[in-house]
């Protein structure tokens, strides 16, 4: 039986036949009742699932997913993972979970494929050099790596890019996290399941949350198309489709679900080795380790469940790519997708007990959720565990919204989710 | 690209709209108004899946109205000036 992943065990079962792998996670039917009850399948409940497991000891916990595990959003991201935000709350989540990034392979005796090629984000003018100057000072104090890149700079990391005095979008330069990159996304979805599954997490696919059960004011359960299941802990983690568990569960949340497109073209040989995003296109590409170039754009301007986006924003996002990498006007499109997101106000997720007590909120990422995985499990499996807020988690509290002390990353980092 | 219903000048490019939010959201009306209150009206949304009625604007003439229609499969079912729609139903 060969459980643990290295060359040691590569070498073993090829000399046996492969006759010796496991499944990598486990099947098991639902029990009755457990500790803890996580629902959705996604990188940031299979996260909350490990972390609850591992950091805090929580013996019985099950995963509810109700189609397969990382085909939600986590299986429909650009893989980007980065941490150039502005407010230092934002820098201390979105650094904790870079900085687990960096190390998940290794926890996780899976290959996530973290590959920290970089980003770039361009500035178009003078005055977005200014406010980039300004990102890159905050960031620093923050303790996040970052740098202002002229345009030699620029021109030196993405020589395909369009950099002529005349383009629609004149490049001035840029701001630059060395640390940033990419993840193989399917991988870190896996990579939690396998790792959860092995301290005895129930990962239960097919299962579809149909209500909750309430008593004496407590969330005391879910039923489920495969029967109910009792708990005094619920964690939800069900980017997209938040409101609809929300109306369940009786409260309502600060959402509008919006749908985020991306595209792949067919593999060419590298021509891109980070990852750009533009402002003034309003758009962001990388090459995958296949070859593929991967991009990403705006939400779609229709609010939507249905998970394929609509025509005007693909072309929007297209021709914003070809005034950025002309040379990419010869690539076929292989395929289009789309994801639906959860758009809060001040564009800042949502960590918290829920207004039913027992019920616990990991929401709210908007088009940004997949960079920020590790942290998500780490501060729900905490709230889980604890019933508290980690000191990280505290000002994404819901609560935020009536007392007023948003945290704008709109505004205050330019990201426009 | 879908076509959505502006009442006044009928049959347009979804482009030309925009979405105002959802109808029936009333704002708040008085002095002492608790904060609750004002979070729920500017910040919490039903957000539902399948028959939605919204507030939109067709931004070329500035008409405001509202669009009944399923958030999932994007079938249009009615749009309706906001005088005849009543926006608190």
């Not at chain 1, 984000?121 to 002229?150: K, P």
């Not at chain 1, 073209?265 to 995003?277: F, Y």
């Not at chain 2, 500017?42 to 939605?52: E, F, H, I, Q, W």
Request: charged share 20%; with cysteine.
């Amino acid at each position: 039986m060969t459980r643990r992943y290295s060359a040691f065990s590569l070498i073993k079962e090829g000399l046996t036949g492969q006759k010796g792998w496991q499944p990598a996670w486990r099947s098991p039917e639902p029990k009755k009742t457990y500790d803890a009850v996580i629902i959705g399948g996604g990188g940031h409940g299979l996260a909350t699932a490990y972390y609850l497991a591992k950091t805090h000891g929580i013996a019985s916990i099950a995963v509810l997913e109700k189609g397969w595990i990382g085909g939600g959003n986590t299986g429909r991201n650009t893989t980007v993972v980065r941490s150039n935000y502005y407010y230092p709350e934002s820098v201390a989540i979105y650094g904790l979970a870079h900085r687990l990034y960096e190390g998940l392979s290794k926890e996780l005796n899976y290959n996530v494929m973290l590959s920290k090629r970089g980003m770039v984000s361009l500035c178009h003018s003078t005055g977005e050099l200014e406010i980039g100057a300004r990102t890159v000072n905050a960031m620093q104090i923050n303790g996040v790596d970052a740098e202002m890149f002229s345009v030699d700079d620029v021109r030196r990391v993405a020589p395909l890019l369009n950099l002529a005095s005349d383009a629609r979008f004149p490049v001035f330069g840029g701001v630059w996290q060395g640390r940033a990159g990419t993840a193989r996304h399917d991988a870190v979805a896996w990579g939690y399941a396998r790792a959860a599954g092995a301290l005895g997490v129930d990962i239960i696919q097919n299962c579809e949350v149909t209500d909750f059960i309430v008593e004496g004011g407590r969330c005391r359960g879910v039923h489920t198309s495969r029967g109910t299941i009792r708990t005094d802990r619920i964690g939800m983690a069900v980017a997209g489709h938040s409101s609809v568990l929300a109306a369940k569960a009786g409260f309502r949340l600060p959402i509008n679900s919006y749908a985020l497109q991306a595209c792949v073209s067919e593999p060419v040989k590298p021509v891109l080795d980070t990852v750009v995003l533009s402002p003034g296109t309003g758009v962001y590409v990388s090459q995958s380790d296949k070859g593929e170039i991967v991009i990403g754009g705006a939400l779609d301007r229709v609010p939507s469940y249905g998970q394929r986006g609509n025509l005007p924003t693909l072309e929007g996002v297209i021709s914003g790519l070809l005034e950025m990498f002309p040379a990419f006007g010869q690539l076929k499109l292989m395929r289009q997708w789309a994801g639906i997101v959860d758009v809060v106000p001040d564009s800042s997720p949502i960590i918290g007990e829920s207004p039913l007590p027992g019920l616990f909120l990991n929401c709210g990422w908007g088009t940004g959720g997949f960079k920020a995985i590790p942290a998500g499990g780490v501060l729900l499996a905490h709230l889980l565990a604890t019933g508290k807020h980690h000191d990280i988690s505290r000002p994404f509290d819901l609560d935020r919204f009536a007392t007023g002390r948003l945290l704008d990353e709109a505004a205050g980092s330019g990201i426009a989710h | 690209m879908q076509l959505f219903h502006c009442p006044f000048c009928g049959t347009r490019d979804e482009t030309e709209f925009h979405f105002g939010g959802e109808a029936g959201n009333i704002r708040p009306d008085g002095a002492d108004v608790p904060a609750d209150r004002w979070a729920n009206y500017l910040y919490m949304r039903d957000n539902p899946k399948g028959a939605v009625r919204e507030v939109w604007v067709h931004m070329n003439c500035g008409e405001f109205f509202v669009m009944e229609r399923d958030s999932v499969g994007h079938e249009v079912v009615s749009s309706t000036s906001l005088d005849g729609a009543g926006h608190a139903r």
